[in-house]
Nanobody, 119 residues
């Protein structure tokens, strides 16, 4: 089992920044962030591996969001800049044997943290 604990969500004005953290009880191959807005399906945001492979991002966040890892702390971060109201969602951390964009490839999920961007 892997426990994932997210933190860092909150309310921010459009154009602002937030940093999300996800602490893992142990490391798997890959980690990712997904988000889910009310009435919408869960969507991929960004993914990274613990071993140093290149991170990758959804087109909607490329250039604004950065995913990073701290292996010593088994923690993954999502730095979100230039936030837009359409970024409002519950953000979930996920861990598993891959770092693909499909949520079905991840075995473990955090409880989610709310990010609200006001216009």
């Amino acid at each position: 089992q892997v426990q994932l604990e997210e933190s860092g969500g909150g309310l921010v004005q459009a154009g602002g920044s937030l940093r999300l953290s996800c602490a893992a009880s142990r490391r798997t191959f890959g980690m990712a962030w997904f988000r889910q807005a009310p009435g919408k399906e869960r969507e991929f945001v960004a993914a990274i591996t613990w071993s140093g492979g290149s991170p990758y991002y959804a087109d909607s966040v490329t250039g604004r969001f950065t995913i990073a890892r701290d292996n010593a702390k088994s923690t993954v971060y999502l730095q979100m800049n230039s936030l837009k109201p359409e970024d409002t969602a519950v953000y979930y951390c996920a861990a598993g044997p891959s770092h693909l964009a499909s949520p079905g490839t991840y075995n473990y999920w955090g409880q989610g943290t709310q990010v609200t961007v006001s216009s």
